[in-house]
């Protein structure tokens, strides 16, 4: 039987090729984004959200508000969901509650704020204006920033989760020297979420926190995936090593970021995202194929023995408020 070019892409696509297409490869929709579950719940979260600190602090007109409109626009409209902030991160917090308030996106995000007051009123009084900026009722994840107060803190958080005010609690650093008292309170408190750095260069945290948030069954939001910008100047001017469009990576920052996710205790990272350039390319490490093991290991050799570049760059020494 003679078979025409129109019947034989009616029976490609009906079979399959219609999944090609949703991987976007012909141009057409987006695939969709890997997700990951929170042990405590089982709801799934993207594993690229967004940052806002440091580029997000001192914006005030709509000139400086538009691209992070787009920014936050554009990852609800493809399935994003993950915003960190923090009320030290200047206007970060205000910025991201009105733009996701005019947006109308509010119901498609994650929205994740920290405390990082001492003393249980300072505390109250800080989750309190974290709720008005962020214009919500609800708040989805509050972290105890840095370990400040972490016990006074905590419990606070406790009380609005039993009031429904927040879905989820947690701890962050970003500091290996606040490492052990870190798992410390991992091991004695029931916490949702921990957020702590980790980067294919500065990988302290796989050695026990990743580990132990999995054995205590936590979530885990990874912070300074690029170390800021320490990442990028190392492999300034290098091409992408041939290898990495194995596992579909076509960028540096998703060399950097696909190493992150596929480690199997992680379950979203949020780099600093200003540009909407930078979103799309983010969101393209959370589709596709990740490393596998041998892979990561590749990776890391990769970096190491970059001798310009990382194993000889000053560790990024995060700032205080951050
Ligand atoms: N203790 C804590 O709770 C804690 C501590 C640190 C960070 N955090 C959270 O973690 C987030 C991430 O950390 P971070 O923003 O400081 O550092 P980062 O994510 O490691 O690096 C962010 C920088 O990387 C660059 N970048 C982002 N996407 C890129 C792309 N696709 N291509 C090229 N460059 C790209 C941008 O630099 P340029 O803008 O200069 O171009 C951006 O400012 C923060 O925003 C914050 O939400 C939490």
Request: proline share 5%; net charge positive.
């Amino acid at each position: 039987m003679h078979t025409t070019r129109r019947e034989l892409l009616k029976a490609v696509i009906g079979s399959g090729a219609a999944l090609l297409l949703s991987s976007g490869r012909l141009g057409a929709q987006p695939a969709p984004l890997i997700e990951r579950a929170i042990p405590s719940s089982g709801e799934r979260l993207p594993v690229i959200g967004v940052g806002t600190a440091r580029r997000w602090e001192k914006v005030t007109t709509p000139a400086e508000m538009a691209p992070l409109r787009e920014v936050l626009r554009q990852l609800a409209e493809r399935g994003g969901k993950v915003v960190d902030t923090a009320p030290s991160y200047g206007a970060a917090e205000a910025v991201a509650g009105e733009l996701v308030a005019d947006l109308g996106v509010r119901s498609s995000l994650f929205l994740a704020t920290k405390v990082g007051a001492t003393g249980r009123e300072a505390g109250i009084q800080e989750i309190e204006a974290s709720f008005r900026r962020l214009r919500t009722s609800r708040v989805d994840l509050i972290a105890v920033h840095n370990l400040r107060d972490t016990a006074t803190q905590l419990r606070t958080l406790r009380e609005l989760k039993q009031a429904g005010r927040i879905r989820y609690v947690g701890i962050t650093t970003s500091f290996p020297r606040q490492y052990a008292d870190f798992e410390r309170t991992m091991r004695a408190e029931t916490l949702d979420f921990i957020q702590v750095d980790y980067a294919l260069d500065s990988r302290e945290a796989a050695a026990t926190i990743l580990p132990l948030a999995a054995d205590r069954g936590m979530a885990v939001m990874i912070n300074l995936p690029f170390g800021r910008g320490r990442l990028f100047q190392a492999v300034q001017g290098r091409a992408l090593p041939p290898w990495a469009s194995g596992f579909d990576c076509a960028s540096w920052a998703q060399f950097f970021l696909k190493y992150i996710v596929s480690h199997p205790s992680v379950t979203c990272c949020v780099p600093g995202t200003a540009k909407v350039d930078y979103l799309l390319d983010n969101l393209g490490a959370a589709q596709g194929r990740l490393p596998d093991a041998a892979t990561r290991r590749r990776m890391e050799a990769f970096i190491q023995s970059d001798r310009r570049g990382v194993a000889g760059t000053a560790r990024v020494t995060a700032r205080a408020c951050i």
